[in-house]
């Protein structure tokens, strides 16, 4: 990824031995050095490094862009994309897979995928297709969203606000009952696991297995969590495109991390709640830049009283109170307030 990267912003990134054809036609590669930069076996590297490959886009009116020996064809008059002479090295050697619907989607909206990242996921051959797209970021309503991200045991909660007052606001969780059911199996699994080991059973066919088990778990509770983030992400653009609003996003993961140790949630609980709430902070910006919907980050404090900035006392049920002048607000709608301080400035 990290070479993807620097190739994809221009930088010359010097390739170990790879078929010349490939060499040439790597995005952005400008010259092929036989280097020893990586200093691993081409196959091992070629394994664990996605390689960025040039696209060529025919259109439906045939038209066409990128260059004509690109080895991915991206074909939308036949809706399929031709991987050539990745596979195998060989001139004549074509696999041709079916075009992803979200691809035709966002090239309906006006993307373009200049290339596209072949590598290994889960030790399959994967095809990373990446759209990209030029917006300015439309003039924001009077609305104004805003999205203070947490650990997911108190949630990612929005607030619509307009003209400065708080219209809709909600946290959001996944399942956090399945997620924990899956974490508490992971844990006595674990735990078996440990017993095993101790014995130094752990390499045994039942060891083996068990341990097979425990990865399978923690995947679903992974895929559970990132497929809620997924969701979430894609809820909360829709909304703020209706109503061209400002967003406003507080990323406090590490504060969330330290309230996770105070409230004494074990550690590999603590890691699951914090699971891919960076990935969705990620994926949200993508998205939002996507569909050119503004966006600032801003310091929300929950703690801190957005009338006379005292330091807020905690009651019963997430519930702040301020003892200087009487604010009195749940613990998730605490940023909004802060929010619209900001919008009134
Ligand atoms: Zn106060």
């Given at each position: 990824m990290a070479l993807t990267n620097l190739a994809y912003r221009d930088y010359e990134v010097l390739v170990p031995d790879m078929l010349k054809y490939v060499q040439y036609q790597l995005y952005g590669f400008k010259?092929?050095?036989?280097?020893?930069?990586?200093?691993?076996?081409?196959?091992?590297?070629?394994?664990?490094?996605?390689?960025?490959?040039?696209?060529?886009?025919?259109?439906?009116?045939?038209s066409m862009k990128g260059s004509r020996v690109a080895p991915v064809a991206l074909d939308f008059r036949d809706s399929v994309i031709k991987l050539r002479q990745v596979c195998k090295n060989e001139s004549r050697y074509v696999v041709t897979i079916p075009?992803?619907?979200?691809?035709?989607?966002?090239v309906k909206e006006g993307g373009d995928i200049k290339f596209a990242?072949?590598?290994?996921?889960?030790?399959?051959?994967?095809?990373?297709?990446?759209?990209?797209?030029?917006?300015?970021?439309?003039?924001?309503?009077n609305?104004?969203?805003?999205?203070?991200?947490?650990?997911?045991?108190?949630?990612?909660?929005?607030?619509?606000?307009r003209d400065g007052?708080?219209?809709?606001?909600?946290?959001?969780?996944?399942?956090?009952?399945?997620?924990?059911?899956l974490y508490n199996i992971s844990v006595r699994l674990g735990r078996k696991y440990g017993r095993l080991k101790r014995l130094g059973l752990h390499k045994t066919v039942e060891g083996r297995r068990l341990w097979r088990n425990i990865k399978r778990v923690r995947r679903k509770i992974y895929a559970k969590l990132r497929d809620y983030a997924q969701k979430l992400v894609h809820r909360l653009v829709r909304?703020?495109?209706?109503?061209?609003?400002?967003?406003?996003?507080?990323?406090m993961?590490?504060?969330?991390?330290?309230?996770?140790?105070?409230?004494?949630?074990?550690?590999?609980?603590?890691?699951?709640?914090?699971?891919?709430?960076?990935?969705?902070?990620?994926?949200?910006?993508?998205?939002?830049?996507?569909?050119?919907?503004p966006y600032e980050f801003k310091r929300l404090p929950s703690t801190i009283c957005p009338i006379c900035k005292h330091e807020l006392t905690q009651e019963e049920g997430r519930?702040?109170?301020?003892?200087?002048?009487g604010f009195k607000a749940p613990r998730d709608k605490v940023p909004m307030h802060w929010a619209i301080l900001y919008q009134c400035i």
């Amino acid at each position: 990824m990290a070479l993807t990267n620097l190739a994809y912003r221009d930088y010359e990134v010097l390739v170990p031995d790879m078929l010349k054809y490939v060499q040439y036609q790597l995005y952005g590669f400008k010259n092929y050095t036989r280097s020893l930069v990586f200093g691993t076996m081409p196959k091992r590297w070629f394994a664990e490094t996605w390689v960025p490959l040039k696209t060529v886009r025919i259109y439906s009116n045939s038209s066409m862009k990128g260059s004509r020996v690109a080895p991915v064809a991206l074909d939308f008059r036949d809706s399929v994309i031709k991987l050539r002479q990745v596979c195998k090295n060989e001139s004549r050697y074509v696999v041709t897979i079916p075009m992803p619907e979200w691809v035709v989607e966002r090239v309906k909206e006006g993307g373009d995928i200049k290339f596209a990242m072949i590598g290994l996921e889960n030790d399959e051959p994967y095809l990373a297709l990446v759209a990209e797209r030029v917006v300015e970021p439309y003039q924001p309503s009077n609305y104004m969203l805003v999205i203070d991200v947490n650990a997911w045991n108190n949630g990612i909660t929005w607030g619509l606000i307009r003209d400065g007052s708080i219209i809709r606001w909600k946290p959001e969780r996944p399942r956090l009952s399945e997620i924990e059911s899956l974490y508490n199996i992971s844990v006595r699994l674990g735990r078996k696991y440990g017993r095993l080991k101790r014995l130094g059973l752990h390499k045994t066919v039942e060891g083996r297995r068990l341990w097979r088990n425990i990865k399978r778990v923690r995947r679903k509770i992974y895929a559970k969590l990132r497929d809620y983030a997924q969701k979430l992400v894609h809820r909360l653009v829709r909304k703020a495109l209706r109503h061209k609003a400002l967003v406003i996003i507080d990323d406090m993961i590490e504060e969330s991390r330290r309230e996770l140790i105070e409230e004494r949630i074990p550690r590999g609980l603590r890691k699951v709640y914090l699971a891919e709430t960076r990935r969705f902070v990620k994926l949200l910006i993508t998205q939002l830049e996507w569909y050119g919907v503004p966006y600032e980050f801003k310091r929300l404090p929950s703690t801190i009283c957005p009338i006379c900035k005292h330091e807020l006392t905690q009651e019963e049920g997430r519930v702040m109170v301020c003892n200087n002048c009487g604010f009195k607000a749940p613990r998730d709608k605490v940023p909004m307030h802060w929010a619209i301080l900001y919008q009134c400035i």
